[in-house]
């Protein structure tokens, strides 16, 4: 007969009131792999924030036990009512739109559904609409829209990899005049939009969507200066700067790919991505996630340094692989052989950037106890078979050991040579 002594751990249903490492370590080591690497790492994905720590425990909290859709189906949302009555006073605020505006504040799961909702509530089949396509900057799901196409019903204004702000006045004009709905899609900015330091597009659109809504004021600067560090190094970045939070830089005339140039943050521990304009010749960055952790303009300059070491070095390894293959590309940034310094040149890089990634703090994080899974290390382990006569495989286990005071790096590389 079960207890009504609320004091009493229910002895059958002990797993529900145990900590995550306690009741799953496989699934706490993810949580702490993936900690320990943004703690080490550079995140510069233009849509990605720093969560604060009251956004983690609110979204973390027991009132994802109830399940309230749109429509209150179920009993007892009472508390779900007053927390979304909440949410929606707030948003209003936020934008200063309290008398004009209603908004849903109920999530949607990824980023194609609340631009799909939006459509649907204003256009019917078979209308036309117009958007940036993918490969002029536009999102994913705006869809490719070709600008021959007249008369449109809804006409959308936003992108996932442009660099300056909209004209929202000028839009509406084209849309009076065609008769067609304006819906803006600021899933990157609608933070600096309340925080108004972008054009607010509220004035003049029929409906807004957004995605990230942290921005705090110093992401526009640092954006600025990231971009005025790569105009100093001899690079041109698209549109000669940025007016937001995200820049562009083509490497066309470098005779490098987004794809490659990725890979060698992705092992340096920065983590950038190549858009699809122009065959994968376009990165985009921003300064969103790092503004957060109190990195400033100054610091900005030291990330601009990087990304610069990064091109260089990308030259190296290019003419080290001997071919514009990917996998050749991988395989020289990845592994050392006599007479090549691509791979060194790498792992020294690495040390730096990582020994700069630690000295700033994490929101969400305590870094005076963070400290890096045991589990978490990484085998590289590369085999070749010389047919000649000789075998070798070369290991090199890399693993973190985290203290108090500090954090050291251990490397250690085995080679064992056999005939065969």
Known sequence: MATANTALQPLCNKVLYV???????????????????????????????????????????????????????????????????????????????????????????????PSFAARTALIQPQDRLMGLGLPDGGHLTHGCYQGNIFNPHLIICGASAYPRDWDYAALKAICEKEGAYLMADIAHTSGLIAAQQLNNPFDYCDVCNHKTLRGPRAVIPNAKTLASGLLEHGYKPQTGGTGNHLVLWDLR?????????????????????????????IIRFGTSALTPRNIIEDDVKVVAGFLHRVIQLSIVLQKEAGSKMLKDFIRVATTESEGK???????????????????????????ST?????????????????????????????????????ISDTVLEISVFGQH
Request: proline fraction near 4%; charged fraction near 25%; hydrophobic fraction near 35%.
């Open 341 to 367: 310094v691509g791979a060194q040149m790498v792992r020294e890089l690495r040390k730096e950037v990582v020994a700069f990634a630690r000295k700033w703090s994490l929101p969400g994080a305590d870094v």
């Open 253 to 281: 005339p470098l005779g490098l790919t987004g794809s490659k140039v990725e890979k060698v943050c992705d092992l340096l521990g920065i983590t950038i991505n190549t858009n699809f304009p122009r065959k994968c010749r």
């Open 19 to 113: 900590p995550l490492a306690e009741t799953d370590p496989e699934v706490q080591n993810i949580v702490d792999k993936e900690t320990w690497r943004q703690y080490s790492g550079l995140e510069l994905i233009p849509s990605e924030v720093q969560l604060s720590r009251t956004a983690i425990e609110a979204n973390g909290s027991i009132l994802t036990n109830k399940y309230s859709p749109g429509a209150r189906y179920y009993g007892w949302n009472e508390y779900i009512d007053e927390l979304e009555n909440i949410c929606r006073k707030r948003a209003l605020q936020a934008f200063n739109l309290a008398s004009k505006w209603g908004v849903n504040v109920q999530p949607y799961s990824g980023s194609l559904y």
């Open 370 to 406: 963070i400290q890096r899974s045991k589990r978490n290390f990484k085998i590289a382990m590369t085999l070749r078979l010389h047919w000649a006569g000789v075998d070798w495989v070369r290991a090199q286990y890399e693993n973190s050991v985290s203290t108090a005071n500090g």
